[in-house]
């Protein structure tokens, strides 16, 4: 009660200040004019939308976050992930994870990412467990979105961490209480945004306009590596 | 059915007419023996100057001139596994001016494009609100709104490069960047309709799309500019878009820009989503990752010439391109012939606005001589776009984002242009 009238008095607030230089006009216009009725009061708000009933809300906040909050009661283990799998991702993403044509590689790819082709898997580079929770349960199976119960989202979770070796026993049962406490092994590898400071040197007073560097020669050419579509090739507009 | 008779008669008057001309045609190298040969789009009536043309309402929605059909997105298919969850590509080389035409804003889908009747449409905001509420689109076309010119790019944009000259041409290289003028509503109003609780510090952005994109959003970017915009140049958004309605964070990665937006949760911390961790985090040489790298820094691009738009002519040709920071504005963009060792300023002509393009244009005469262009934009926090040379010094080549190194052309003797790398 007392923290909504504050908000109600911080909006007010708000709207005083804002609405202030257009009041002044309007009292100076009323003074000029002589009228006797002084302008309405703005609202404290637009008075658009309704209330959002629990069940709506409990029909689409359903993202998990990071720290577990909004995972759903469910089971799940490697084993039944397995079955569930290879029946609805495999397709996709390849019996063991390794990816089909360019569908997204989960497994594998522990230790490369100092290498030169990294490969970037839930294993060897999301950090957290419950971020494959949060995109399989809303996104996948692809073209089949939001089909999924939570236990078998739990089973895929487990089986893909089982794929990468996160979790080693096939029976293990991943639930609510255990998935946002799962280590992953790259939980560590991110850092903030530092560019303003890691790349200040960007940042110059007079860049070089005369005699700046030797005579350039061409190191590398986009023909050679001939990949760029060619135009004739475009989808037609007829 | 009355009119066919007459649409077959002009079509045959078409046909005669153009039958004639391609006897004019077949003329044509003998008069230019003669040394002073006229050109018959001139001593011969066209087409187009006899027959009547069609009458209004025959396009009720316009398309562009049918000469103009190369003009379009285009997409490099080897670079994802199916069109759904893909990108295609602004046409840069053959557009002018700031603003990016509906129709040719490049797509980026995840889980293709919603397609979604706006009375169907609902927006929610929940999570830590004092009132969680749910708006039809009525309710936010109600609601005090703006207009507001933004770029929009993806962070990935230019991210194909990152170790070498690969694609042969801008709409590849950069066309994953477009430009036009928003219109919609403060996320701030809405934000003040639910009313956020004192610990609220991050919100989360939600499409409708089969993809259910999610993002995480800094309260206080939330507060500064970013709009919830149902239109774009002066008409709905297009449906591969986000109609009818999306999330817009000036300055910011493309990805941000939620599309089909239809949920707002306010919440004390990030959510770490499959698109903030997995993806758009920026892998650095050392086997760690940058992460919430949001704004889009300093870059441009030399649209004309590049490889789809190589010179034809010696003598006079204009150049041109276009730059933009995600910092605030363009203060000046140099640009180079002889490949950085000498730079001139380029005229920046029409519009210099917070986060959006602008277009400069260097006049110059061409000898017939090889050229290697490049530009380089500075904004007004002083930042200089960098070469791609010290780009990678940081970065190495693993980050897939934020790739806005100068780009070089080759410009070569006979007008051909293509994308190289120098050293």
Redesign the interface.
């Known amino acids: 009660m007392s923290?909504?009238a504050k908000?109600v008095l911080a909006?007010m607030l708000?709207t005083t200040l804002l609405a202030l230089p257009a009041v002044t006009a309007a009292k100076q216009k009323l003074a000029k004019a002589n009228v006797e009725h002084p302008a309405p009061p703005s609202p404290t708000?637009?008075g658009?939308?309704?209330?959002?009933l629990p069940q709506?809300?409990e029909a689409?906040?359903t993202?998990?976050?990071?720290?577990g909050?909004g995972l759903p009661k469910g089971k799940g283990t490697a084993q039944q992930g397995d079955a569930i799998f290879q029946e609805k991702c495999a397709a996709?993403h390849g019996e063991f994870g390794q990816g089909v044509?360019?569908?997204p590689v989960l497994a594998g790819g522990l230790g490369t990412?100092?290498a030169d082709r990294?490969d970037?898997t839930?294993g060897s580079?999301?950090?957290?467990a419950?971020?494959?929770f949060?995109?399989i349960q809303?996104?996948m199976p692809?073209?089949n979105?939001?089909s999924l119960s939570p236990d078998e989202v739990y089973a895929l979770v487990a089986y893909i961490l089982s794929m990468s070796d996160v979790i080693k026993d096939p029976d293990f049962e991943l639930n609510e209480k255990n998935l946002a406490t799962i280590k992953m092994p790259n939980a560590n590898?991110?850092?903030?945004?530092?560019?303003e400071v890691?790349?200040k040197?960007?940042?110059?007073?007079n860049?070089?306009?005369?005699?700046?560097?030797?005579?350039?020669?061409?190191?590398?050419?986009?023909?050679s590596?001939d990949?760029?579509?060619d135009?004739k090739t475009?989808?037609s507009?007829d | 059915m009355s009119d066919r008779p007459t649409a077959e008669f002009l079509n045959r008057r078409r046909f005669l007419g153009a039958a004639g001309l391609a006897g004019a045609g077949a003329m044509l190298p003998q008069l230019a023996q003669a040394g002073d040969a006229s050109d018959p789009k001139i001593t011969e009536v066209q087409d187009w100057n006899r027959y009547l043309g069609d009458g209004v309402d025959k396009r009720p929605y316009g398309l562009p001139s049918k000469f103009e059909?190369?003009v379009?997105?285009?997409?490099?298919?080897?670079?994802?596994?199916g069109p759904?969850?893909s990108v295609n590509f602004t046409p840069l080389h053959a557009l002018d001016g700031i603003i990016t035409p509906s129709g040719l804003c490049f797509e980026r889908h995840?889980?293709g494009l919603a397609e979604i009747d706006p009375a169907d449409h609902r927006l929610?905001?929940?999570?830590l609100v004092?009132?969680?509420?749910?708006?039809t689109m009525d309710?936010?076309r109600?609601?005090p709104r703006v207009n507001k010119v933004y770029f929009l790019e993806c962070a990935a944009n230019s991210g194909m490069e990152w170790r070498?000259?690969?694609?042969?041409?801008c709409q590849?290289t950069h066309g994953m960047i477009h430009n036009v003028m928003y219109t919609g509503v403060p996320l701030k109003?809405l934000l003040?309709?639910?009313?956020l609780?004192?610990n609220a510090k991050w919100l989360?952005l939600?499409g409708a799309d089969?993809?259910?994109m999610?993002r995480s959003l800094p309260l206080s970017k939330a507060l500064d500019d970013v709009l919830i915009a149902f239109a774009m140049n002066g008409e709905a958004l297009r449906p591969e878009q986000g109609y009818p309605l999306r999330a817009v964070i000036p300055g910011w990665q493309g990805n941000l820009w939620v599309k089909w937006l239809?949920?707002i949760?306010a919440?004390d911390?990030?959510?770490?989503?499959?698109e903030e961790?997995?993806k758009y985090?920026d892998?650095m040489?050392?086997?760690?990752?940058?992460?919430?790298?949001?704004?889009m820094?300093a870059k441009s691009v030399i649209t004309n010439p590049s490889?789809?738009a190589p010179l034809k002519h010696q003598g006079r040709n204009v150049l041109t391109g276009i730059a933009w920071s995600g910092r605030g504005t363009v203060k000046r963009v140099?640009v180079t012939l002889?490949?950085?060792?000498?730079?001139?300023e380029a005229r920046i002509d029409g519009p210099v606005l917070d986060k959006s393009l602008v277009r400069f244009y260097v006049d110059f005469d061409w000898n017939g001589q090889e050229l290697?262009v490049q530009s380089?934009a500075?904004d007004d926090?002083?930042?200089?776009?960098?070469t791609k040379t010290?780009l990678r010094k940081?970065r190495g080549v693993?980050s897939i984002y934020h790739n806005n190194g100068i780009q070089?052309w080759?410009v070569r003797a006979g007008g051909e242009t293509?994308?190289?790398?120098?050293?």
């Not at chain 1, 658009?48 to 959002?52: E, K, P, T």
């Not at chain 2, 070498?164 to 041409?169: I, K, V």
């Not at chain 2, 926090?381 to 960098?386: A, D, I, K, N, S």
């Open positions: 923290r909504s908000f909006i708000g708000k637009l658009l939308g309704r209330a959002a709506e809300i689409w906040d993202d998990v976050r990071a720290d909050v996709c044509g360019r569908y990412l100092k990294p970037k839930v580079y999301w950090p957290d419950t971020t494959a949060d995109y809303r996104a692809f073209g979105a939001r590898g991110f850092y903030e945004d530092d560019r890691a790349e040197q960007f940042w110059k007073s860049p070089c306009m005369k005699d700046c560097r030797p005579a350039p020669k061409v190191t590398g050419r986009a023909m590596v990949v760029t579509p135009s475009g989808p507009v | 059909k190369d379009i997105r285009r997409d490099v298919s080897w670079l994802t596994a759904e969850s995840h889980g929610m905001i929940n999570g004092d009132k969680p509420l749910v708006f309710d936010i109600r609601m070498g000259a690969q694609l042969n041409g590849f109003v003040d309709e639910a009313g609780k004192p989360m939600e089969a993809a259910g999610n239809r949920r949760e919440g911390q990030p959510w770490q989503t499959r961790t997995s985090t892998l040489p050392d086997g760690r990752a940058r992460k919430h790298t949001f704004v820094d490889p789809q140099d002889d490949g950085g060792r000498n730079w001139q290697m380089r500075i926090t002083g930042y200089v776009q960098p010290e940081i693993n070089t080759l293509e994308n190289v790398e120098i050293g």
